[in-house]
């Protein structure tokens, strides 16, 4: 599976970040390659989050997260067009004066017509960019 991890600190507090993350379906408003998040059978801190998202093409799967707040979002695949598997998390720490460290960690393996170095190259390169997303966010909530 390909897979990357990066971290940013953000200039908000854990709760804010958190906040920001677990807001599922308003993704859209500020992730581009976000048309459409829809949400599903939340038991507690536990729901199936449902992408649609353009990545070259329109791409659908459901993502089952896992809330631990306000420290960590990790997920496990449910299922997916042209995806095998997908896990990750997100774990935030306190980085003193208010702001928070954000370490998103993730794992994609997409199906067999996909190259492994396309899967590579889309991680790397839209990783940076949606992280800046969440922080400009979560800065300005």
């Given at each position: 599976m390909a897979g990357a991890s990066k971290s940013i600190v953000i200039d908000?507090?854990?709760d804010k970040v958190f906040a920001t993350i677990s807001d599922?379906?308003?993704?859209p408003e500020f992730l581009s390659e976000c048309k459409e998040?829809?949400?599903s059978g939340r038991n507690g801190h536990q729901v199936d989050v449902h992408y649609k998202i353009e990545v070259v093409k329109t791409i659908r799967?459901?993502?089952?997260?896992?809330e631990q707040p306000p420290n960590k979002v990790a997920w496990t695949f449910v299922?997916?067009?042209?995806?095998?598997?997908?896990?990750?998390?997100w774990v935030?720490?306190?980085?003193?004066?208010?702001?928070?460290?954000?370490?998103?960690?993730?794992e994609m393996k997409l199906g067999p017509l996909?190259?492994?170095?396309?899967?590579k190259a889309l991680v790397?390169?839209?990783?940076?960019?949606?992280?800046?997303?969440?922080?400009?966010r979560a800065e300005g909530r």
């Amino acid at each position: 599976m390909a897979g990357a991890s990066k971290s940013i600190v953000i200039d908000a507090p854990l709760d804010k970040v958190f906040a920001t993350i677990s807001d599922y379906e308003r993704y859209p408003e500020f992730l581009s390659e976000c048309k459409e998040v829809k949400t599903s059978g939340r038991n507690g801190h536990q729901v199936d989050v449902h992408y649609k998202i353009e990545v070259v093409k329109t791409i659908r799967y459901t993502l089952r997260m896992h809330e631990q707040p306000p420290n960590k979002v990790a997920w496990t695949f449910v299922e997916g067009e042209f995806m095998k598997d997908n896990q990750g998390s997100w774990v935030l720490e306190d980085a003193g004066g208010g702001k928070t460290k954000a370490t998103y960690t993730v794992e994609m393996k997409l199906g067999p017509l996909v190259p492994s170095s396309i899967v590579k190259a889309l991680v790397e390169t839209s990783l940076p960019k949606m992280l800046e997303s969440f922080k400009k966010r979560a800065e300005g909530r």
